[in-house]
């Protein structure tokens, strides 16, 4: 097993996606289905049984201040977190697509949560560690999320806000 191999695979089949999705004529019908398809692949990849201890990085990250060196060392908790925040920047994608990635972020962190294998309490802090980026990306992304802010309902909001 070959960690960077992995994650090497698995960010050529996220480009994929997003050339399939970026090709002019591609109508909404099919970027949405390409992003159910995304969110089915990362929640395969969630569902690893050790998709925590291949997220953790071997030392932990000095420089919080550098967001790619945050995300480099957490890189599957971050590209969820980011194709959660890119799915609802999209504002031609329908309500369902924008709950499905949604949930699928609430699914992991409840999963992390209710985990028998990480309940001491420097564990529980390591894997709040992975989900980090979600703060910063929110404040980054904020102004790209203002389509998302304006026309998704109570309910949808919280469902991000929640997690």
């Excluded at 960690?3 to 960010?11: A, F, I, S, V």
């Excluded at 699928?104 to 294998?117: I, Q, W």
Aim: glycine share 2%.
């Amino acid at each position: 097993y070959d960690r960077g191999h992995t994650l090497d695979l698995m960010y050529v089949y996220m480009a994929d996606l997003d050339v399939a999705m970026g090709r002019p004529g591609t109508s909404v019908a099919t970027r949405a289905r390409l992003t159910i398809l995304r969110f089915d692949f990362l929640k395969v990849v969630c569902d690893y049984e050790h998709f925590v201890p291949v997220n953790l990085p071997v030392q932990p990250v000095v420089d919080t201040q550098d967001m790619s060196s945050i995300c480099n060392a957490y890189p599957l908790s971050s590209l969820l977190v980011t194709q959660v925040l890119n799915c609802l920047a999209l504002p031609d994608l329908s309500r369902e697509v924008r709950v499905m990635a949604c949930s699928t972020l609430n699914a992991v962190l409840t999963k992390h949560e209710y985990d028998e294998r990480y309940q001491e309490p420097d564990q529980q802090q390591r894997i709040a560690c992975m989900y980090f980026p979600l703060l910063l990306l929110l404040i980054d992304k904020y102004p790209d999320l203002a389509h998302w802010r304006r026309t998704a309902d109570q309910l949808e909001q919280r469902c991000l806000y929640v997690s």
